[in-house]
């Protein structure tokens, strides 16, 4: 079986279907552990995303530390896979039964007539030999042809050989077919018995007379008189001479043959002006006895549809027998047929479009319950016998009495096939409807009128009138409820919304926003101010509530403060000066050191400055300073120094006491 | 004193902070005279040449939603109703709430011969959609800018005026609150278009297969217009799901992102 199937592969890989049996094939071959390794596979990986070549580059290094574990999880998937697969596998197969049948197209025959017997083996099979057949001794086989077929199903193979015997009998009576018998793989295989009853026919066939005269009493149907006795002929005739406009008719063109040919002959159809054609298939072919001869008939037809009314001459089809080496070409050419084309009767009704034929109708809507201006669509479905292409949509006259509705063009759809030698077929109208009022909309039926000719009148039929619930949509002009006396817009048609006017500049493709520096910086810039207010307000905050640190962070200040007084006093009143450099230095003290300025002492200055581990000359030169100021205040004669240098000398102690506090960790 | 030197600080750098933004707003543009060249084409009629216009812009760089706009509507009326939709799709990215574009894709989509199964979307969910998608992804960007501008300028207020701090921290919720919102709908949209960037069928029929090439299987075919996402590249071929979870290998220029 697979040895067939890769040989069909190898002949047409292209295909579709054998694709699908090559993935089938593939696994059937007990490949399932590498099948299911790459299911495993797939199942562990990471969905990628669409840019996957980063994807796959990470997931390696990430995955490897887990590997050993995750293989010894896979080989647990693996195994229980494995015994899901072989219990599901084994019975699977155990099924798939071989079956060998026999049949017969019928059981009572004439002696003129052929019988065929198909024996079949159908099932999951690799080998199929020949059949062997019982020995028929009143049953001459005249031919035989096989024919092989496969089918897979969800990966079940399914493959059928059929034999086909032809077979004669020598003369009447009830046989029995024994039972035949087959190996298929090895295995014997056999049919039931069948048993068939034979009449004397009205030429005896068993032996063929010589001479032409017993072909003149039984001419076969439908064979001309020109039949015979000769190798090859040719004729063609239609079934129904005199048809109706557009009723159909079938064009039969027949090709007997008694001898073998070397090549493929060629038929050139006639001209069917006048007509609608068809093809039919497939070809008939069958053997018949004409003039003590068997040809072999082959019978190829052609559904015509009249389209006008008057006599009709179909001019002769022509066979074209390409010659071999020694002989050349051999044409066969019919007689022309004439076909008398009756006219439909006169009393039509109003909407009769020209159909001929048995039609139904359909119609519905998908969906029943929309929104204005949501559209629905509405189908029609003609089907029926005749000739479907050339049908008229029911549903175009209706088109203007639908106000409630935009409607657009129909799409159509058609099938046709053939039901034995009639053409059926079916139209399907599709077409978008929308809906531009709330309510329940109906729409009105759809009718059809056609002619029946085996009725020999005209008749009609009617779709039942279909509602449509449409809700309230968004408001339009069309759908606001006017008031009285007003009418509402009636929207002809819909088409799309027209095209914007070029503005005079455009929009170039930029890199975004959020690409730019400048729109991060725009991020940064607030929480910085955030930042710089909150740590100001903090400060703010404690200046407020600690009198220690307020004074101290005033302390340098204010001094500076009164030192500038003092410098501007010297020249003018040398008094002040000499108080304010006293008290720039003792408030100075006391606000850093957060003691109260009136009692500072001398002692005092000395003692807290010698704790904060001030240099013992700077200390003496800050007691310097105030012994001095004192002085030139109460004794400014015997100072003997000027103001003007008591305050540089104070501004300068200031600053260094200033350096050696905030020096200090306190 | 100093307390009006310090407000007059911050103010000013609110202010700059602003004008950064939006002078970065302001963008680099092109003129609209081919356009109009390509308006007059369609207006004759010549659809096809109007859309060749309006490309002709597309390929130079111009990424204008009116521009892309015209160009779905001039392919629609020449026929074309893959490329159609993808221009409308496009436009739409950029006028999200523009009328007009909605109208005609949904006409568009109307036409279009697949009939896609999409999952039933809960009211809530499509409203959520609609919310997140009024603004386009720069304008969302603009937005929380400004909304943060506005945020930190409240709390430097709250911290300046302390008697008004119940006021400025009330705004403040209020302010952070919308700003949280945009952030998460641009982190939504950014996540959603990067996970599976949308794409539209534009070859009149694509056969989807079940792989990368020629050889493989036929699964289904899908017809010009369809609306797919596009989960995988590889090569020429891209690897698309449909709303239903229907999945397959199309040839990537049949099926460009949106």
């Given at each position: 079986?697979?040895?067939?199937?890769?040989?069909?592969?190898?002949?047409?890989?292209?295909?579709?279907?054998?694709?699908?049996?090559?993935?089938?094939?593939?696994?059937?071959?007990?490949?399932?552990?590498?099948?299911?390794?790459?299911?495993?596979?797939?199942?562990?990986?990471?969905?990628?995303?669409?840019?996957?070549?980063?994807?796959?580059?990470?997931?390696?290094?990430?995955?490897?530390?887990?590997?050993?574990?995750?293989?010894?999880?896979?080989?647990?998937?693996?195994?229980?896979?494995?015994?899901?697969?072989?219990?599901?596998?084994?019975?699977?197969?155990?099924?798939?039964?071989?079956?060998?049948?026999?049949?017969?197209?019928?059981?009572?025959?004439?002696?003129?007539?052929?019988?065929?017997?198909?024996?079949?083996?159908?099932?999951?099979?690799?080998?199929?030999?020949?059949?062997?057949?019982?020995?028929?001794?009143?049953?001459?086989?005249?031919?035989?042809?096989?024919?092989?077929?496969?089918?897979?199903?969800?990966?079940?193979?399914?493959?059928?050989?059929?034999?086909?015997?032809?077979?004669?009998?020598?003369?009447?009576?009830?046989?029995?077919?024994?039972?035949?018998?087959?190996?298929?793989?090895?295995?014997?295989?056999?049919?039931?018995?069948?048993?068939?009853?034979?009449?004397?026919?009205?030429?005896?066939?068993?032996?063929?007379?010589?001479?032409?005269?017993?072909?003149?009493?039984?001419?076969?149907?439908?064979?001309?008189?020109?039949?015979?006795?000769?190798?090859?002929?040719?004729?063609?005739?239609?079934?129904?001479?005199?048809?109706?406009?557009?009723?159909?008719?079938?064009?039969?063109?027949?090709?007997?043959?008694?001898?073998?040919?070397?090549?493929?002959?060629?038929?050139?159809?006639?001209?069917?002006?006048?007509?609608?054609?068809?093809?039919?298939?497939?070809?008939?072919?069958?053997?018949?006895?004409?003039?003590?001869?068997?040809?072999?008939?082959?019978?190829?037809?052609?559904?015509?549809?009249?389209?006008?009314?008057?006599?009709?001459?179909?001019?002769?089809?022509?066979?074209?027998?390409?010659?071999?080496?020694?002989?050349?070409?051999?044409?066969?050419?019919?007689?022309?047929?004439?076909?008398?084309?009756?006219?439909?009767?006169?009393?039509?009704?109003?909407?009769?479009?020209?159909?001929?034929?048995?039609?139904?109708?359909?119609?519905?809507?998908?969906?029943?319950?929309?929104?204005?201006?949501?559209?629905?669509?509405?189908?029609?479905?003609?089907?029926?016998?005749?000739?479907?292409?050339?049908?008229?949509?029911?549903?175009?006259?209706?088109?203007?009495?639908?106000?409630?509705?935009?409607?657009?063009?129909?799409?159509?759809?058609?099938?046709?096939?053939?039901?034995?030698?009639?053409?059926?077929?079916?139209?399907?109208?599709?077409?978008?409807?929308?809906?531009?009022?709330?309510?329940?909309?109906?729409?009105?039926?759809?009718?059809?009128?056609?002619?029946?000719?085996?009725?020999?009148?005209?008749?009609?039929?009617?779709?039942?009138?279909?509602?449509?619930?449409?809700?309230?949509?968004?408001?339009?002009?069309?759908?606001?409820?006017?008031?009285?006396?007003?009418?509402?817009?009636?929207?002809?048609?819909?088409?799309i919304?027209h095209i914007k006017a070029a503005?005079?500049?455009?929009?170039?493709?930029?890199?975004?926003?959020?690409?730019?520096?400048?729109?991060?910086?725009?991020?940064?810039?607030?929480?910085?101010?955030?930042?710089?207010?909150?740590?100001?307000?903090?400060?703010?905050?404690?200046?407020?509530?600690?009198?220690?640190?307020?004074?101290?962070?005033?302390?340098?200040?204010?001094?500076?403060?009164?030192?500038?007084?003092?410098?501007?006093?010297?020249?003018?009143?040398?008094?002040?000066?000499?108080?304010?450099?006293?008290?720039?230095?003792?408030?100075?003290?006391?606000?850093?050191?957060?003691?109260?300025?009136?009692?500072?002492?001398?002692?005092?200055?000395?003692?807290?400055?010698?704790?904060?581990?001030?240099?013992?000359?700077?200390?003496?030169?800050?007691?310097?300073?105030?012994?001095?100021?004192?002085?030139?205040?109460?004794?400014?004669?015997?100072?003997?120094?000027?103001?003007?240098?008591?305050?540089?000398?104070?501004?300068?102690?200031?600053?260094?006491?200033?350096?050696?506090?905030?020096?200090?960790?306190? | 004193?100093?307390?009006?030197?310090?407000?007059?600080?911050?103010?000013?750098?609110?202010?700059?902070?602003?004008?950064?933004?939006?002078?970065?707003?302001?963008?680099?543009?092109?003129?609209g005279a081919q356009m109009a060249v390509a308006n007059q084409r369609y207006e004759a009629g010549e659809f096809v040449a109007a859309a060749e216009g309006y490309q002709a812009l597309v390929d130079?760089?111009?990424?204008?939603?009116q521009l892309y706009y015209n160009l779905g509507n001039a392919y629609f009326k020449s026929g074309d109703?893959?490329r159609a939709?993808?221009n409308?799709?496009?436009?739409?990215?950029?006028?999200?709430?523009?009328?007009?574009?909605?109208?005609?894709?949904?006409?568009?989509?109307?036409?279009?011969?697949?009939?896609?199964?999409?999952?039933?979307?809960?009211?809530?969910?499509?409203?959520?959609?609609?919310?997140?998608?009024?603004?386009?992804?720069?304008?969302?960007?603009?937005?929380?800018?400004?909304?943060?501008?506005?945020?930190?300028?409240?709390?430097?207020?709250?911290?300046?005026?302390?008697?008004?701090?119940?006021?400025?921290?009330?705004?403040?919720?209020?302010?952070?609150?919308?700003?949280?919102?945009?952030?998460?709908?641009?982190?939504?949209?950014?996540?959603?278009?990067?996970?599976?960037?949308?794409?539209?069928?534009?070859?009149?029929?694509?056969?989807?297969?079940?792989?990368?090439?020629?050889?493989?299987?036929?699964?289904?075919?899908?017809?010009?217009?369809?609306?797919?996402?596009?989960?995988?590249?590889?090569?020429?071929?891209?690897?698309?799901?449909?709303?239903?979870?229907?999945?397959?290998?199309?040839?990537?220029?049949?099926?460009?992102?949106?």
């Amino acid at each position: 079986m697979n040895a067939m199937m890769t040989e069909k592969n190898s002949k047409n890989r292209r295909t579709q279907i054998n694709a699908d049996e090559r993935r089938s094939s593939h696994l059937r071959k007990s490949a399932f552990i590498p099948a299911s390794i790459s299911a495993l596979f797939r199942f562990c990986r990471v969905k990628t995303p669409l840019h996957c070549s980063q994807g796959i580059a990470k997931f390696p290094s990430s995955a490897r530390p887990r590997r050993r574990s995750r293989a010894r999880l896979n080989a647990l998937y693996l195994l229980t896979l494995l015994l899901l697969l072989s219990t599901l596998a084994v019975p699977a197969l155990a099924q798939d039964a071989v079956t060998f049948s026999a049949e017969v197209d019928r059981t009572t025959l004439s002696t003129d007539q052929l019988l065929t017997l198909t024996l079949t083996v159908s099932g999951d099979y690799q080998q199929v030999g020949d059949p062997q057949l019982p020995l028929m001794s009143d049953l001459n086989v005249v031919g035989s042809s096989r024919s092989s077929q496969f089918s897979m199903v969800n990966g079940v193979v399914s493959a059928r050989t059929a034999f086909i015997y032809r077979l004669q009998p020598t003369r009447s009576g009830n046989f029995t077919i024994a039972p035949a018998t087959i190996s298929v793989d090895g295995t014997t295989y056999q049919t039931d018995p069948i048993e068939i009853q034979v009449t004397q026919g009205q030429a005896p066939t068993s032996t063929p007379q010589e001479g032409d005269s017993g072909a003149a009493p039984t001419p076969p149907p439908g064979a001309s008189g020109g039949l015979s006795g000769q190798d090859l002929h040719v004729e063609a005739d239609v079934t129904d001479p005199t048809p109706f406009v557009g009723q159909q008719t079938v064009y039969r063109f027949r090709f007997y043959q008694a001898v073998n040919l070397f090549g493929q002959p060629r038929l050139e159809w006639p001209n069917f002006n006048g007509f609608w054609s068809e093809a039919l298939t497939p070809n008939n072919v069958y053997e018949q006895t004409a003039g003590g001869r068997r040809y072999r008939v082959t019978e190829v037809r052609q559904a015509l549809f009249p389209t006008t009314a008057g006599p009709v001459t179909i001019p002769p089809a022509q066979l074209i027998i390409p010659g071999d080496f020694f002989n050349a070409d051999v044409t066969l050419n019919t007689d022309a047929v004439m076909v008398d084309v009756q006219p439909l009767p006169g009393d039509a009704p109003d909407d009769f479009g020209g159909a001929v034929g048995q039609f139904e109708i359909e119609a519905w809507v998908e969906p029943t319950e929309t929104r204005v201006n949501e559209p629905v669509t509405l189908f029609l479905r003609v089907a029926g016998a005749g000739n479907v292409s050339t049908l008229t949509d029911p549903t175009a006259s209706v088109e203007e009495t639908l106000t409630d509705w935009r409607v657009y063009d129909p799409q159509v759809n058609i099938e046709v096939g053939q039901d034995g030698e009639i053409i059926r077929g079916e139209k399907l109208f599709e077409r978008l409807l929308v809906p531009t009022q709330a309510g329940e909309l109906t729409l009105p039926p759809f009718a059809l009128s056609y002619f029946d000719p085996a009725a020999d009148k005209y008749r009609r039929v009617e779709t039942p009138p279909l509602t449509v619930q449409v809700a309230p949509g968004e408001d339009l002009p069309g759908t606001t409820p006017g008031g009285e006396g007003k009418q509402a817009i009636d929207v002809l048609g819909s088409d799309i919304r027209h095209i914007k006017a070029a503005p005079p500049t455009l929009t170039m493709g930029r890199a975004s926003l959020t690409a730019q520096p400048l729109y991060w910086l725009g991020w940064i810039l607030p929480i910085l101010a955030v930042a710089g207010v909150w740590i100001w307000e903090r400060r703010q905050r404690r200046l407020s509530s600690d009198v220690a640190y307020a004074r101290a962070q005033r302390a340098r200040r204010l001094a500076h403060k009164r030192l500038a007084q003092a410098r501007q006093a010297v020249g003018t009143d040398p008094d002040a000066a000499y108080a304010a450099v006293a008290r720039a230095l003792t408030d100075y003290l006391g606000d850093k050191f957060n003691l109260p300025a009136a009692g500072l002492t001398h002692d005092a200055i000395q003692r807290v400055l010698a704790e904060q581990a001030i240099p013992g000359d700077l200390i003496d030169r800050t007691l310097n300073c105030l012994t001095w100021a004192d002085s030139g205040r109460f004794a400014p004669r015997a100072a003997g120094r000027g103001a003007g240098a008591l305050v540089a000398e104070a501004e300068t102690v200031l600053t260094e006491l200033e350096d050696a506090i905030t020096q200090e960790p306190s | 004193m100093k307390r009006r030197r310090l407000t007059a600080i911050t103010l000013t750098l609110f202010l700059l902070a602003l004008t950064a933004c939006v002078s970065q707003a302001g963008p680099s543009t092109a003129s609209g005279a081919q356009m109009a060249v390509a308006n007059q084409r369609y207006e004759a009629g010549e659809f096809v040449a109007a859309a060749e216009g309006y490309q002709a812009l597309v390929d130079a760089g111009v990424r204008d939603g009116q521009l892309y706009y015209n160009l779905g509507n001039a392919y629609f009326k020449s026929g074309d109703l893959g490329r159609a939709i993808l221009n409308y799709r496009r436009a739409q990215r950029l006028l999200p709430r523009d009328g007009d574009v909605d109208a005609n894709l949904k006409l568009a989509r109307a036409q279009t011969r697949d009939r896609i199964e999409t999952e039933g979307e809960a009211a809530l969910v499509a409203l959520a959609r609609r919310i997140i998608h009024w603004l386009t992804l720069e304008e969302a960007a603009a937005v929380a800018l400004g909304l943060w501008i506005v945020l930190c300028g409240l709390v430097t207020g709250a911290l300046l005026w302390r008697k008004r701090r119940r006021i400025g921290r009330y705004g403040a919720g209020a302010v952070a609150g919308l700003l949280l919102l945009t952030l998460l709908s641009i982190g939504v949209r950014r996540w959603d278009t990067g996970r599976e960037p949308p794409a539209v069928v534009v070859a009149p029929e694509v056969t989807v297969r079940s792989g990368p090439g020629e050889d493989y299987l036929t699964e289904f075919a899908l017809h010009a217009g369809a609306e797919v996402r596009l989960i995988e590249q590889r090569g020429d071929w891209v690897r698309l799901v449909l709303p239903g979870g229907l999945q397959g290998w199309a040839p990537a220029a049949a099926v460009p992102e949106v």
